[in-house]
C-alpha cells in the first residue's frame, strides 16, 4: 500500500480507533498513544493491507490486541467517559432533559466498569460505536453467537444494576422523608 493510499483509507480510522482504545483503557493519553502504536504496526505491515476484506475491521482488531496487551501489563481495566453514550440525547430535547440523560449516560458508564473485558467491549462497539454484528465478529474475531450472547448478558448485568442503583436511591429518598 502506498503513502496516499494509507493516508486516505488508514488515517481516518483515529477517531474510532481512539474511542475504542479509551473506552477499553479508560485514560485519553494511553488511548492516544494506543492509536499511535496501532498506526506503527499497520504502517510497517502496509503491503500485507491490499489482502484484506476490511481494513476498519483489522485495525480495530490489532487496538483491541494491543489494548488488550496494555491492560494485562498493569492487570487494572479503567473504563471512563465516553463521550459518544450521549448519541441518546436529542437536539430538540430540554436543557433539564439533556442533564438528566448525562447523568443517566455517566451512570452507565460507571457501571460498565463492573463487566468483564469482552462484555465491554462488545457492548462498546454494539452500543456506542454502532457497529454491525458481522463487523464486530471481524474485529473480535469471535462468532455472531458470542457476541449476542454476550451482548445480552452485559446489557442485562447493566439493567439490573441500574435498577438496583434506582431503587437505592429511592430508600435513600425515604428515609429522608420518613
Request: hydrophobic content about 35%; overall charge positive; aromatic content about 8%.
Amino acid at each position: 500500500m502506498e503513502r496516499n493510499r494509507f493516508k486516505e483509507e488508514v488515517l481516518p480510522l483515529k477517531n474510532k480507533l481512539y474511542r475504542f482504545a479509551y473506552s477499553l483503557l479508560g485514560d485519553r493519553e494511553e488511548g492516544q498513544d494506543a492509536v499511535q502504536d496501532v498506526f506503527i504496526k499497520l504502517w510497517n505491515i502496509r503491503d500485507k493491507l491490499n489482502e484484506l476484506n476490511s481494513i476498519e475491521a483489522f485495525a480495530m482488531k490489532v487496538t483491541k490486541n494491543h489494548c488488550l496487551d496494555i491492560i494485562k501489563s498493569r492487570r487494572t481495566v479503567s473504563f471512563e467517559e465516553t463521550k459518544s453514550l450521549l448519541f441518546l440525547q436529542n437536539e430538540d430535547d430540554s436543557i433539564e432533559k439533556s442533564a438528566e440523560l448525562k447523568d443517566t449516560a455517566n451512570h452507565i458508564k460507571q457501571m460498565m466498569s463492573f463487566l468483564p473485558v469482552q462484555q465491554k467491549m462488545i457492548m462498546q462497539l454494539r452500543d456506542i460505536e454502532g457497529y454491525e454484528f458481522d463487523e464486530i465478529e471481524r474485529a473480535l474475531g469471535i462468532s455472531i453467537n458470542t457476541i449476542r450472547v454476550n451482548l445480552s448478558r452485559a446489557r442485562k448485568k447493566i439493567r439490573e444494576l441500574y435498577i438496583k442503583s434506582l431503587n437505592n436511591g429511592s430508600e435513600k429518598s425515604k428515609s429522608f422523608i420518613g
